[in-house]
């Protein structure tokens, strides 16, 4: 809207204007429109920008023979403003029967120019007598905000995430954005919205930096920065695994380092475990800082595989498998016998039943079926010692074993034997002498 007439705080400068006075039933009532005008107010201002001489003038002129009562104040937006920022005069002229209202808006005294300022400022004359009032025109005042950035967040996202990171600005458009990661730029444009996005779709380890954000517009410029931590599972590569290491003891000791990556994001807990014969020994949660678990009672003889688990706030990963076998012990059960039953003159056959796996304590290998003849027939009859035979089957074979090529008439003593890494039968045993009985005594 244009500028009304300019004035200067000192009211003799004031341009006076007559305007027409009017009454009623003898008694003056009607106030003529206040006149504004502007003083040192370029239109438009800057926010920050001084604010000293800027003043808005108002002046009526009423006939000092009516003897008004004139009240003048200064409204924005149709809000009355601070008393305190506004001086009121009244000048008598009785060479022309003119009384000279004057009220100045001083903005002076607020420093320097606020967005609050801007608006429509408008000048109420009111008669005090019967409350009567008249509103000048409008005088406009536009204060432009240098570009600001009030919010840019950072963030922390997932792998894969879409993301959007915000810059919220305040100030005069057009803005012109500018997003930059590090020192390339990777998104520009201008708007007059006071927000700007950018979008990054399914974000991953590369993504990881600072984010800068740039508001500019004709009076300022304006910069921040966020962010941006993408983070994943554990990544422990293709060759971890920790170090198993059996001991004497029925024991594994697991060590493992720390050279992986940890997804961006601190390890939250380990998790060690080993396995054998579907049953399963477990760490439960380890510390952080953990480099070492010790598994103890493990059976002997087993081969255990364990795996390390690493886990931070997005999830958990599996180490590759490591296998160690627990130190071989001596069986503590023997086979048991079923039968041992003749099936010819010269043959038996021997049948028996294995040893739990529990109580092995070491890797099958086989089984030895020891054979002594104990007792000669009558014919047969030797008093020389008994000799020692042996034959082997190997783990997997049926639990049974003929034995050819004995003594017509004689009985023999069988045993059976299991065989480990650990438990080797010595190959022969002492031998047995005896004497048959009913056997007629040497020529």
Same mark, same amino acid.
């Given at each position: 809207?244009?500028?009304? +007439?300019?004035?200067?705080?000192?009211?003799?400068?004031?341009?006076?204007?007559?305007?027409?006075?009017?009454?009623?039933?003898?008694?003056?009532? +009607?106030?003529?429109?206040?006149?504004?005008?502007?003083?040192?107010?370029?239109?438009?201002?800057?926010?920050?920008?001084?604010?000293?001489?800027?003043?808005?003038?108002?002046?009526?002129?009423?006939?000092?023979?009516?003897?008004?009562?004139? $009240?003048?104040?200064?409204?924005?937006?149709?809000?009355?403003?601070?008393?305190?920022?506004?001086?009121?005069? &009244?000048?008598?002229?009785?060479?022309?029967?003119?009384?000279?209202?004057?009220?100045?808006?001083?903005?002076?005294?607020?420093?320097?120019?606020? @967005?609050?300022? /801007?608006?429509?400022?408008?000048?109420?004359?009111?008669?005090?007598?019967?409350?009567?009032?008249?509103?000048?025109?409008?005088?406009?005042?536009?204060?432009?905000?240098?570009?600001?950035? #009030?919010?840019?967040?950072?963030?922390?996202? =997932?792998?894969? $995430?879409?993301?959007?990171?915000?810059?919220?600005?305040?100030?005069?458009?057009?803005?012109?954005?500018?997003?930059?990661?590090?020192?390339?730029?990777?998104?520009?444009? %201008? &708007?007059?919205?006071?927000?700007?996005?950018?979008?990054?779709? *399914?974000?991953?380890?590369?993504?990881?930096?600072?984010?800068?954000?740039? !508001?500019?517009?004709?009076?300022?410029?304006?910069?921040?920065?966020?962010?941006?931590?993408?983070?994943?599972?554990?990544?422990?590569?293709?060759?971890? !695994?920790?170090?198993?290491?059996?001991?004497?003891?029925?024991?594994?000791?697991?060590?493992?380092?720390?050279?992986?990556?940890? *997804?961006?994001?601190?390890?939250? @807990?380990?998790?060690?475990?080993? $396995?054998?014969?579907?049953?399963?020994? &477990?760490?439960?949660?380890?510390?952080? &800082?953990?480099?070492?678990?010790?598994?103890?009672?493990?059976?002997? *003889?087993?081969?255990?595989?364990?795996?390390?688990?690493?886990?931070?706030?997005?999830?958990?990963?599996? %180490? #590759?498998?490591?296998? !160690?076998? =627990? #130190?071989?012990?001596?069986?503590?059960?023997?086979?048991? +016998?079923?039968?041992?039953?003749?099936?010819?003159?010269?043959?038996?056959?021997?049948?028996?039943?294995?040893?739990?796996?529990?109580?092995?304590?070491?890797?099958?290998?086989?089984?030895?079926?020891?054979?002594? /003849?104990? $007792?000669?027939?009558?014919?047969?009859?030797?008093?020389?010692?008994?000799?020692?035979? %042996? =034959?082997?089957?190997?783990?997997?074979?049926?639990?049974?074993?003929?034995?050819?090529?004995?003594?017509?008439?004689?009985?023999?003593? =069988?045993?059976?034997?299991?065989?480990?890494?650990?438990?080797?039968?010595?190959?022969?045993?002492?031998?047995?002498?005896?004497? !048959?009985?009913?056997?007629?005594?040497?020529?």
């Amino acid at each position: 809207m244009a500028c009304g +007439m300019r004035i200067t705080p000192s009211l003799a400068l004031i341009p006076l204007t007559l305007l027409a006075v009017f009454s009623h039933t003898g008694l003056a009532q +009607m106030i003529p429109k206040p006149d504004v005008s502007r003083e040192n107010a370029a239109n438009p201002v800057v926010e920050g920008g001084s604010s000293a001489g800027s003043q808005f003038g108002c002046i009526v002129i009423t006939r000092l023979s009516d003897a008004l009562q004139v $009240e003048l104040r200064w409204l924005l937006n149709g809000t009355a403003l601070p008393i305190t920022l506004q001086v009121d005069a &009244s000048v008598p002229v009785a060479a022309t029967n003119q009384r000279i209202h004057t009220n100045v808006l001083n903005l002076t005294r607020r420093g320097v120019f606020l @967005e609050a300022d /801007a608006g429509l400022y408008t000048c109420r004359a009111v008669n005090i007598n019967d409350t009567l009032q008249v509103t000048s025109r409008y005088l406009a005042l536009v204060v432009d905000v240098p570009a600001q950035i #009030l919010a840019l967040e950072s963030r922390e996202a =997932v792998v894969q $995430e879409d993301v959007t990171l915000t810059c919220l600005t305040r100030g005069t458009p057009p803005i012109n954005y500018t997003w930059s990661m590090g020192d390339t730029i990777v998104q520009q444009n %201008s &708007s007059n919205s006071n927000r700007n996005d950018l979008v990054l779709s *399914g974000v991953d380890r590369n993504d990881t930096g600072n984010y800068s954000c740039t !508001a500019s517009n004709i009076y300022a410029t304006a910069v921040n920065i966020a962010i941006l931590d993408v983070i994943e599972l554990p990544n422990l590569g293709d060759t971890f !695994a920790p170090d198993a290491q059996p001991d004497q003891l029925r024991r594994i000791r697991l060590v493992w380092t720390a050279e992986f990556f940890d *997804g961006n994001t601190p390890i939250t @807990e380990y998790l060690a475990r080993c $396995e054998a014969a579907g049953i399963t020994a &477990s760490s439960g949660s380890l510390a952080p &800082s953990s480099r070492t678990f010790t598994f103890d009672g493990l059976h002997p *003889g087993r081969q255990y595989t364990c795996v390390l688990t690493v886990s931070n706030k997005v999830g958990s990963s599996d %180490s #590759l498998p490591a296998m !160690a076998t =627990v #130190l071989e012990e001596a069986p503590n059960a023997a086979p048991t +016998m079923t039968s041992a039953n003749a099936l010819s003159p010269t043959s038996i056959e021997v049948t028996w039943q294995g040893i739990a796996d529990a109580a092995l304590f070491g890797v099958l290998r086989g089984y030895r079926i020891f054979y002594t /003849a104990t $007792e000669c027939g009558s014919c047969l009859c030797s008093y020389e010692c008994s000799t020692d035979d %042996s =034959v082997v089957v190997t783990a997997g074979q049926p639990l049974s074993r003929t034995i050819e090529g004995l003594r017509r008439f004689t009985t023999y003593d =069988v045993t059976v034997l299991v065989l480990t890494t650990l438990a080797p039968v010595p190959e022969a045993l002492p031998a047995q002498c005896g004497q !048959a009985r009913n056997c007629p005594a040497p020529p």
